[in-house]
Each structure stands twice: as C-alpha cells, then as structure tokens.
C-alpha cells in the first residue's frame, strides 16, 4: 500500500504574507512568502537584517505578538493546518531553537528542569522519568557529564553548552522539524563548527527536517539540501542550493556573494557592495523591491515581478537570463598603489601586559574560608610590530584579549608592564598629544561611536581643533575633505547619528578618526555589526583609505575571512597571547599553529558543500578550563602532546620571514599538517 | 518627537499652580491671618469659596498664601539634592578608586536610613521652618541622587564616543561638559521631575508633624494638621488644602512619567521610591 | 552565598555603628546644649548645671558617646526625660504596637500588590488594567496624612462605622476591638505602597513576558498557564522583593505620620512626642531601634533575593 502522503511535503506553506501594525502605519514583513520542505529535507532561509527571516519562524508556530496579521493561502504540515493546529504541533512535533542560548533559557530553572518540561507536558511522563531522559537527551547532545549539566543552572555553563541544552529541548519529543533561528550567531566559530556538526549529525541519524534561518551563507550551504533568499520581506530566488550559490540568478544573490570576504580566496582585490540600504516596509511596493539598489535595473523592473519557477529554481527577476553573463560590478579602487615588500616599522610594542581586577573593596575583602576574586590576565606579554601603511589583522575569539590589546597600543588603557616605541621613540603611559593625534580608534558599533547630540560636523571639526590643524571656514572645508574621503555628500555636515544607517553612521566613525591625519589605526571590530552588503563597501573603503592615505591599521575581528581580506599580515591570539604570526597569505596554508587549524577549519565557508575539508574540531571553549603554566592551548588542542604541552612554555618555531608559531610541534611536524581550507 | 496630551495638561496644572502661588500673596480676596471672630467656621460660599477656619480666617485666601511652601519645597528641595548629588555622582563615575569607594559608601549609609527618619533627625534640633525642612527634604534625596547620577554618567563613560575623546586626549572638563552631560540630562531630568513628588510629600508630612513652617503660616500640610479638632464640624478646613495638594501631586507626577515615558522609555513602569 | 552573606552582614554592623554616631553627633554638636534644649531658653544656670551632672553632659563628648554606645549594646537606652522611666521597656512597648501595624501593612501589600500587577501585566489593555493604572497614578500621589483626614472624616465622623483614633489590646477589647481599631490605620498606610509595588510588578512582569525565556517555552508548547506561572512569574518577581525593601522605608514613614493621626500608641507616635518634648536619650533610642529594624528588613530581603536568584545561590561552572 502506498501512502498517499508520503510524497507530500512535511511543510507546505503557500503565499503567507505578514503585516505589523505600527505607529507609522503597517509594515508589510512578509508578502506571498512560500515554503515546501520535504521531510528529511532541509532548508535555508537567508537574508539580511530587516528581511523578515526571523518572522517566518513566528508566524508558523503562531507565536507572533499583538498587533501582527497574518494571512496565507495554505499552511500546511503532514497535512494539518498549521494555522489551527501550530499550539498542538509546538515542542511536539516541531521544536524551534532560538538565536541566543543565554536569553533563551530561563535563568530561574535547571537545565535539566527544562528539558524535562516539553516531555512531562506532552509524552505525560512523571518528572523523575522525564529528568533520566533529560540527562539522557544532553549526553546524547555531547555534553559530557551530563547528570550534573543538568541540575545546573544556565548562568554556569558556557554559551556553546547552553545551545546544546536548547537543541536538546527542542528534540525531546521528538519533533519530525525543527526550526533553527540563527542558532549559530551568538558563539564563537570554534564553538559554531561543534553546534553545526552536532545539527548535521542530527539530520543524518534521526531523519529531521530543517529550517535554517540565518544570515551566513557558510553555514547555511553546510547544513542545507534547499535555499530560500528573502529580500525585504519577498522571496527572490528558490533552488538546489549547491545549484543556487554555484550560479546566483537573482541580482541581489548574485551581489550577496560577491559582497561576502572569504577566507578560502584569502586577499582578494575589491568586494563587491551593494549600495542603499532596505526599502521602506511601510509603503507597498509594486514592481521589484530590489530595483533601487540593483546594478541591472531598467525601467521595467518597476512592473509587478513573479517568481518565476523552471528547472527546480525559482527567480523573481524578469532579466535573470539577459544577465547572466554579466558579472555583478565591482567598484574601481581610487588610487592603486604600490606596496614595499618590507615597510618601515611604525610601532612596536613589547611584552605588553594588563590584568583585569575587582575594584570594590568589599570583594577585594578576604574572609575567613573564602578566596578573595584573583585578577585575569586579559593580555599577557604580547610583541607586534606594525610597519607603515600595513595591515595587522589580529583574530581570536571572544574574550581572548584582543580589544584589550588594541587599547594597549593606544595607550587608553594602562599597561602593567611593556613598553611601546612609535616611530623609535618611547611612548609613555599618559602619551604627548602628539601620539593621540597619530594613532586613532575606529570602533564597533555603529550606534555608541557617535555622541548623539552631536551633528556630523560637530563631531569631524572637533578632532580639528583639538589638535591645532584648522579652524574657522578652512575646517570647514576640512570637515567636507573628510566626508568626500569616506564618500559622503556634504550635506552630511548637519546631520544627526539618529539620521543615518549602520553605514553611514561608521563611516563617519572612520573620518573622525581620520580628522587629525593620523599614520596608525586601530580598528576593532570595524565592520563585525554591519550587513555583509554593507560591510563590503566599509572594507573596500578602508583598503582604498590605506592605499590613499598609508595610514597603518591594527585591524582586530573575530571573523577571519574579514581579515584575510584585508590584512597584511595576521596575528592570531588566544587567552592573552599571540600563538602565531605571519604573513596573510602563509597563514592560511600549512604550517599552522593547532589553533589556527582548528579556526580555519571551523569557518563554514561557501561552496564547500559535500567537500572534504578536513575537519579538526575544539572541544569545549575558550573558558572552559585555567591552566597559568605550559600552552595556554594545551586543555583543548587536537594535537596535543602530553605533559610537556601542559608543564612547558612553547617554544616560537620560526618559518620564512616573520613567520612564527609558539608550539611544542616540531617544525616538521607542523609543516606535514593537511590544509584546513578546502581548495577550490 | 509626539508630546502625549497627558504631559501637557500635568503642565498646564503644574503651571497654573506655580503662577497662583508667585501671585498669591497679592490676588487673596481676605488677609490670611485677620481674625474674625464672627465669621467662625463658615461653610464654604460666594463670599468664602472654601469657608472659613476656626478663627474666622478664610480658608480660600490661606490656601492661596500658603501654595508657595510646598512648591519651594518640592522644587527647592530637588534642586539642593541635585546641586549635590549630581556633582559627587559625576565625581564618583569620573575618579573611581578611593574616592568612588568613600562617596558611595557614604551614599549607602545615608540610603539605610529611613527617609522620613533623616528628616526628622534633622529638625528635631533645630527650629523648625520652611528652610529648614526644605534642606532637610533636600539632604534625604542626595544619596538617591548621587546613585544616579553616576550610573548614568558610567553608562556613558563606557560608550565609544567618550573613548573616542579620550583617544583624542581630550581633557576630563570635555568629556564632562560635552560628550557626558549634554546625554546626561534627559534621565536626570526624568529622575528630578519623579523626585519633585517624593519631595513634596515628604516635605509637607514634616509640615504635618508639625516640623516645617509653624503657625500662623498657612502652609498645606500644616493647615490640614490644624483642621483636625474640626474634622466632622467643618470639614472643608482641611479638604481644601489637602485636595490642593492632591491636585498639585498628581499633576507633578503626571508630568515626571510623561517626561520618564518621553525622553528614556527604557524606564517605562520603573518603581521609584 | 556563604561570602555574600558574610559581606552584607558586616556592612550592615557598619551602618547600624555609623548611625550610632550619625544621631549622637547631630543632637551633641548642633549648635545649643541639651540642657538649653530641654529646659528651655529661660533656664536659670544653675538648673542646667545640675541637668548636665544628672546626664553626663559634663563629660567629654567622646565619654558620653561610649556610655550611650555600650548601653545600647546592653539594652540600656537612658532615662526618659519627661517621664523618668528607663528608656528601653516604653521604646520596645511602642515597638511591638507598631510591629503589629507594619506587619499586617506588609503582609497586605505583599500579597494584594503583587496579585494586582500580575493582574495588570496578564490584562494589558483591558479596561480593568486601565483603571488600576489610573488608580496606581492616585494613590501614588496622595499623601497618607490627606488619607488619615478621609478616612476619619468618612467612616469615623459621618459613618460613625469604625474609631477614630486609639488602640485596644486583644486582652481588653477582644479580637474585633483590637481589628476595629487597626482598619483605618492599615487601610490609609496600605493604599500608597500597593500603587506603588503593582506598578513594578506590572512591568517587571511584562519584562518578563516579553523575554525570549518566555517565547521559547510558548514553543515548547507549554499551555499560557504554566509558561506565566512558572517561566514569567518567578523572574518578574525577584526586583518586587528589592522594592518591597524600599517600601519598608516608606512604610516607616507612613506609620510615623498615621500613628501620630490615629493616636495609635506605637514607635511613630512616641518618636514625634519625644521630638516635641525633647526628651533626648527617648528620641535617640527610637531612631536607633528604627535603623536597626529598617536595616534587619534590607537584609532579609537581600537574603530573599538570593536564595531565589540561582545568579547568585549557585556560583561556579558546570561541565
């Protein structure tokens, strides 16, 4: 007998569309979103912030807040209407795992408490026997010690272990989907690699079907048979996703790709960005919303657009054939110029130190059978050197010291101990205005760089006359120098930070720096809170900034692929210290520093896809154990070599020029490593 | 930015108040303190809006007389803890080490006693009057005002804009002058404007215990303790102050919501003590 | 824990010592001697001459301070003044009346503020949210001194339902004396305070409705009952404690002013009659008691906070 049903897929969602009512009127989310995932099947669904991705996952499981309207012409799963049957259907058959682990569980209850909750409500099992299987589910979710995992609470485990928990929930009945909303973003990549090889081990031994929303292409090839993108609320293209990132139909997959920094590339010439930013969700849009930002668009392109299905893809584009030769245009660098192979050394910093303590004097207090709180080491003897006009990229994961070194070096905070030379000459603690006026900060986030009851101008002019350079109508011309260099309009000088994107808002962040001409920029996390769209034209522009300008940067991220865009050189830390340094394009070939293997390997990239890379995994994380003597990787590397990785400082193995790994491999060894990139 | 209808009209109410009491003393239809011992506790009339006290005195002209005491002390007193507080608050957010430790340890001191206890302590030795119970008031508020005032200062200190001054080598009177303050007021603001009705209360309380402006002053709080032997005879002794000064505190605390609602709405339905 | 507790014990020994000092400075060093204080300014020398040698005025400050200070620790708070009895047994009389005052107004405020805001917070939009809003934005507002005068006018002066003033022991009066003569103070110290916490717990509680906690145990499934009672509630009450810590201050406050309205014989009313009177060694002794309780209560309900709060129960890592 054959089941009807069988061929059917397990989701089938047909036009949904999605309003929000707000102040400013309704905000069309979602228009005529479908979706089909067949069961065992796994889709992902991609988009930029502000592309309603997240949303899809609320509508189906009917957990949207006041104020939202959803209408759609079927929902279906296995055949059930979603729209009566999602409150049956949740933590039952479809289990949802949410973005960030730390906000998603509850503080006030054990994690084995609430993995237990979904089956002593739906399986009736009594809590005992629902804890067992708890403890059961997080072992089986490769948490070790699971028993005593799960009488903790959240606020004890590291982030990578509470996603685990949260998995584990969401799988404890069971479910036949599971809906994954950014399930990665909030980890660190080595943490990320363990939760997409537990999710990719998930599928291929209990048969559940995914979706996978997220921003990152990477993972989402890694993980997915089937891709949707979503631009402002409309699905633009549909396919195979192998077929799909291979050959991008749509203009804005086609611009997403060639925006993305990858590391399997290294330092390529230019990025590709995508100009403007998302259209306004408050007024209906007729013909392609896209068309304002395309780099194809005709007049035409304002006509309604169907998404135009053949051969298992799907394109909302009328000119996707017509295009297809054409390569998504890349913006001309400004100046090209020419590099020396050695640059003069600008700064170098030795030993630089800094501990972090408890300032209160009560905690500082030692009481009887208690320890007083011991300091951490947040950069523990670290040496760089940065030549002129050169980009040191410095990676690591969160926690690792890195922003903190890139203080050091500014002097904004107090070093313990180090010295620092720019320029030869001896920079002490409280700098000269000099120094200031040469070494500049560009930061994070967009919104907390800018004062905001500060115009534009107010903010550009200041560094002017702070350091005695203009003033009057010449800074004035100086403040529109700087606009133009960032690619700004004039009319910007009078603009508030509450006027301006992401984009715009760091841009200016990066002239304010650049104001008082400075030769050395630390730029830390520069583009990490910005859209890959975006984040492309930051980069390119700063590359163009270096080139114009010879300015250095210390260009610190925790994305790697940012970095090897960019940098120069690279230099990798891990809990205080740098554990291997050379030049970009070395790094990412054999010899590595374990660590760096295991980065490289962790960093889901693009294309690789049913590849073989090879696959070296961390366990635990950066946190997960002391250790003040020996390799301060020693308690998770892969290769690790016994008691002398834990006893024994490393020793710095030198390769090639400026190359150098702090290890206890040998040089040979170190040298006889797979690569961790798979090649193209 | 919308300005809700609610806001408006505590401000009109808080306005008209405010301009009733700083022209009082000269629109009063009778002399507040002329006794007249035949027109004793008259019920309220054309003549006598809200009747007359057991002296004869008309209670309309007192209330009028007396409005200025409780604004002086709701704003006066703000303003004194303001004066002190934000500045140890800034101080304390600025220098840390010794002196955040020895400002906020002494704040935590000052916030373990009972408020209305640190009011009476006070002007249990000295004589009372308005002053008096206005610093008193106003001392009670400094620790709460200090706490604030560097939390918010702390919370800017970590933005990167103020790191961006610093990596200019920009001086600590800057980065306080133009990038701290000009984004400390609104909260401030807010905390001030909730203040205003703790201070008011508290203050004519102090009246009521008979700890603040004496006899034959018309302070509200002072004229309500008065009307007590007369409370079922001549109710509207005391219903008319007391009701002024409802009217007085709910307008002022529309106003300080309004204001919390409008310029920090992270702080929308915080409890405030 | 064991450190939290540890440190906030000392720091409240610290404060109850520093306000020792805070109250005898400011009666001992503001300008007038107490002697002047209390018998007024037209004392003839020689009677505040014997006053002094009779409290120990005469004696270096720093001597008068230890004697004060360790016959606090002893229980001996001095002679009363004005009704030359030990100071201790009236202030702890006094103190026992209030207690049942404070106690019942807590209780009260506990268990119907809370239910309020949860109320509001599971209702938002309804009319019946909107009038407790409303209602919250008066009582807010109103001074209890004001309630004392409605309510003694309403059910004590034209009702005639309830007295106006007084208290009668259970002893005397039986159970519905004694609960007769504790409505109307209860009632008009209750009203503010309950505005008052509903109004956190309200918002705390739709913190925590709002969290993404709450949002993963609606997809789990959870029916709204138990995603509320058990996910919501608990998180939305943890800053209510921290409030009602607060509202313990105010409390006091308001039993010093309600006391003082009803002639109710308690620590409030006793506080302002020594005040009055300035009878010193009474005065110091109540504000001394009144710390002391006030920091008690700031403990206990920091101690509250932490056994609920598994942030701060629980420390280290797991795994």
Redesign the interface.
Known sequence: MVDPMADAPLLDIKRMSLTYATQRGPVHALQDVSLAIPRGGAMGLVGESGSGKSSVVLAMLGLLGQGAETVCDSALFDGLDLRAAAETLRGRRIGVVFQDPAAALNPALTIGFQVAEPLVQHRGLSREAAFARAVELLGEMGIARAAQVARAYPHQLSGGMKQRAVIATALACEPELLLLDEPTTALDVTVEAQILDLLEELRRERGVSMLLVSHNLGIVDRLCDELTVLYAGRVVEQGACTELLGDPRHPYTRGLLAALPRVDRGKMGRLAPIPGGLPDLTRPIEGCNFEPRCAFAVAACALPQALRAADGRAVRCHRAEEIAGQPWPIPEAAADAVRPEKPLTLLRAEGLTRSFGHSSLLSRLSLKGLKPATDFKAVDGVSLTIGRGEVLGLVGESGCGKSTLGRLVLRLLRADSGTLHFEGKEIADEPPTAYRRRAQIVFQNPDSSLNPRQTVDEALRRPLIRFGLASGAEATKEVERLLDLVRLPPSYRQRYPHQMSGGEKQRIGIARALASRPDFLVCDEAVSALDVSVQAAVLNLLTDLRDELDVAYLFISHDIGVVAHIADRIAVMYRGAIVEEGPAREMLMPPYHPYTEALLSAVPVVGAHGRAASRIRLTGDVSSAPGTIGCRFAHRCPRHLGATCDTVEPPVRKFGEGHRIACHLTPDELKAMPPALAAE | MRIPRTLIVGGLVVGAICLLAAIGPWIVPFEPDAFSVRERLLPPSAEHWFGTDEFGRDVFSRVLAGAHHSLLMGFGATALSLAIGVPLGMIAAFRRGWTEEVIMRGVDLMISIPPVLLGLLILAVTDPGLMKTMIAVGLVYVPIMTRVSRAVALGLLAEDFVEAARARGEGAFHILAREILPNAWPPLIVETALRITFAILLGSALSFLGLGPQPPDSEWGLMIAESRPFISEAPWIGLAPGLCLCLLLISVNIVGEGLRDLLDPRLRGRGHG | M??FL??RFL?VLF?LW??TV??FA??HI?P?SVAH?ILGEFATDAAIVELEERLGLNQPLYLQYWHWFTGLLRGDFGQSLTMERPAAPLILEALGKSAILAGISIVLVAIVGISLGIHSATHVGTWSDRGLTLMQ??F???????WC??V??FFA??LGWLPATGYSPISEAGILGWARHLILPVSTLVLGLIA??S??V??SM?EAI????V?????????ER?VLR??AL??ALL?AIT?LA?????L??GI??VE??FAYPGLGRM??YA??NQDVPL?MGG?IV??TI??LA?LAADILYAV????IR??????
């Open positions: 064991a450190g540890a440190r720091s404060v520093a306000m805070l109250v400011i009666v503001l007038g204080m934005y008066f807010i507002a109103v001074p209890e001194f004001f005068i409605l003694i006018l002066a034209w008052h916490i109004r956190l309200r918002s739709l709002e969290s993404r906690y949002l993963a145990a609606r997809a789990k499934g959870l029916p138990i058990r996910h608990p998180n800053p409030i607060v509202d313990i201050g105010i006091i406050g010093v002013v003082s309205v506080l302002i005040i009055d005065m504000m009144i710390t006030y920091a700031n609920l709060n598994p942030r629980v420390s280290g890592t797991a795994g």
